[in-house]
Nanobody, 115 residues
């Protein structure tokens, strides 16, 4: 079992920045891949960014150049730095972990981008 706890969501104006954190109950050395997904009402959950144990990253086209995913192995935490936020980035953001072929999700954190 992996427990994931997100933090850092909130409201920000367009062009602003936020940093999301995801703390894992398991050592992230043993987690194959971690990342962030987001979901808006009536839509499917979509990939935002992922990072593997080896540090390889993958981003949705819509966030490339604006968002950065990173990990702090000592703190068992993955981050999502979000810059140049747009209203269309408004969503509930979920942390995800792929651990021994099983998917684990955090409870989600709301990000609202509005003037």
């Amino acid at each position: 079992q992996v427990q994931l706890v997100e933090s850092g969501g909130g409201s920000v104006q367009p062009g602003g920045s936020l940093r999301l954190s995801c703390a894992s109950s398991e050592s992230i050395f043993s987690i194959t891949r971690m990342g962030w997904y987001r979901q808006t009402p009536g839509k499917q959950r979509e990939l935002v960014a992922t990072i593997t144990t080896g540090g390889s990253t993958n981003y949705a086209d819509s966030v490339k150049g604006r968002f950065t995913v990173s990990r702090d192995n000592a703190k068992n935490t993955v981050y999502l730095q979000m810059n140049s936020l747009k209203p269309e980035d408004t969503a509930v953001y979920y942390c995800h972990a792929l651990y021994y072929y099983l998917d684990y999700w955090g409870q989600g954190t709301q990000v609202t981008v509005s003037s």
